[in-house]
């Protein structure tokens, strides 16, 4: 039976006594909300915090609110469950809550935070195991070690952004707000993340993620497409978030992010420049979908085969293409079962 290792846990009062608490704990304490994904890493000996600083119930960390311009707040401290059911997401961002209920299971989801999953740690088949699996195979950058498994000869850490708000959370070009000791800071939230798999996230160890602000839906339109082996809880082996601006049946603006790829949410720019300017045709579908798929590099590191993944990352787009445009999803390239 894995175990919690000791440490001990703070509870403070408000976010800025939690990053106080941090930043005097330099190294040795981690922030925790939901701890769905921070407690099993203790458990297999992935991280050692001496302490643990609780973030349930900090006031500036909760709510979701409808700003006057239109925009959506969201409290980093709202579980997954209550993004799912929130009226005010489902009117202005409907696929944030379709990639939130896609997150693991229903019981996960209710302690689970948005926040928590904005800062989610990259994953790897050789560092998601036990201390003892690890120690036989040989520690890796991650954890312990000084190589990586898939690249012996390397100098970095290969693991995977395994996120599936951020990826939606960028295609509605969302900001995310930190609050550390010197104060707080606003961000575009895809600026946070870096292709790195040891230090995938760009923040100061003191700060903390309180907010998230999605801008102004207008005529934007977003869905959101997961791939995984079993549908009802796994993490995702690529996630596909595509928003659309149609005007006239003309793409104004497009953004398509592709998750599970990389170390990092990667960007299909070059698919968005295609798209921009053209009316949402079935050639324009196809030719957007097999450009998105090029800046797709998934290892051998996750579930299933990472040729096959790339694969999909074409199919993905063209079906979330489609959905905005209106069409039928095409099921002829890979099975039901595997959709989001």
């Known amino acids: 039976m894995l175990r919690l290792p000791p440490f001990e846990y703070l509870r403070p009062r408000t976010v800025a006594e939690a990053a106080e608490m941090l930043a005097a ?13 921070l407690l099993p890493k203790m458990k297999r000996g992935q991280i050692e915090p001496a302490y643990l600083i609780g973030l349930r119930g900090l006031p500036e960390m909760a709510g979701i609110s ?33 990639a939130a209920r896609s997150v693991s299971t229903p019981q996960l989801r209710a302690a689970g935070t948005l926040g928590g999953n904005v800062m989610v740690d990259t994953r790897c088949t050789y560092y998601d ?4 699996w690890r120690r036989s195979l040989g520690f890796c950058f991650k954890k312990d070690g000084d190589r990586c498994p898939l690249a012996p000869g390397g100098s970095r850490c290969w ?7 951020v990826p939606v959370l960028i ?11 010197a104060g707080s800071r606003t961000v575009p939230l895809e600026d946070l993340y870096a292709d790195d798999g040891l230090i995938p996230v760009r923040k ?3 700060e903390i993620l ?4 999605i801008p102004p839906a207008g005529g934007r339109r977003a869905t959101y497409w997961k791939l995984r082996r079993r549908e009802s809880f796994d993490f995702p082996i690529l996630g596909v978030a595509v928003a659309l601006d149609l005007r006239d049946g003309v793409v104004a603006s497009a953004r398509i992010i592709l998750g599970a790829v990389a170390s990092h949410p990667v960007r299909a720019t070059a698919a968005e420049d295609l798209l921009t300017g053209r009316p949402l045709t079935e050639e324009a579908i196809e030719e957007a979908a097999k450009v998105a798929s090029n800046p797709a590099r ?17 199919v993905y787009v063209r079906r979330a293409l489609r959905e905005l445009a209106g069409s039928a999803p095409d099921q002829s390239q890979g099975s039901s079962k595997l959709r989001r």
Do not use: F
Not at 129 to 132: G, L, V
């Open 25 to 37: 704990h330099d190294g040795r304490a981690m922030a925790m909300a939901g701890g769905s994904d």
């Open 66 to 98: 409808a700003e006057p311009d239109g925009s959506l707040r969201i409290g980093a401290g709202q579980t997954l469950a209550e993004v799912c059911e929130d009226p005010a997401v489902a009117a202005s961002a409907p696929a944030l809550a379709t």
């Open 129 to 132: 195991q036990t201390y003892e």
């Open 159 to 165: 693991s995977i952004s395994s996120s599936d708000t």
């Open 171 to 181: 295609a509605l070009a969302a900001s995310a707000t930190l609050t550390g000791p």
């Open 204 to 206: 100061a160890p003191a």
């Open 210 to 213: 309180t907010s998230i602000l």
């Open 298 to 314: 998934p290892l051998d590191n996750a579930d299933l085969e990472h040729y096959w993944r790339k694969r999909m990352s074409r």
